[in-house]
């Protein structure tokens, strides 16, 4: 079993910043993205690390204003997001993959960027 925690969502004006952070509580290893969804739209990647941490990937739409990372502990992930606009207000997932196979989504948090 798998409980994903995440925190940090809120409001804020265009250009501005926040950091989302999730927490897989469980005794597996987790391979962790961020998701987001707006509304009237379909859930969409945003950004992820490699099994081994070192390796981020992200969406076109994010890169060179969003960061994510883990601060190499196991299990954790967190979105550093600058330069935010408007059309980045979404409610933010999080994900766990384990290595069995099994995925695993957090409750969500909200972000919203107004103009």
């Known amino acids: 079993q798998v409980q994903l925690v995440e925190s940090g969502g809120g409001s804020v004006q265009a250009g501005g910043s926040l950091r989302l952070s999730c927490i897989a509580h469980t005794a597996a290893t987790c391979y962790m993205d961020w998701f987001r969804q707006a509304p009237g739209k379909e859930r969409e990647f945003v950004a992820g690390l490699s099994w081994s941490g070192g390796m981020a990937s992200y969406a076109d739409s994010v890169k060179d204003r969003f960061t994510a990372s883990s601060d190499n502990v196991e299990n954790r992930l967190h979105l550093q997001m600058n330069s935010l606009k408007p059309e980045d207000t979404a409610v933010y997932y999080c994900?766990?993959?384990?290595?069995?196979?099994?995925?695993?989504w957090g409750q969500g948090t909200q972000v919203t960027v107004s103009s």
């Open positions: 994900k766990c993959v384990t290595s069995g196979g099994f995925s695993y």
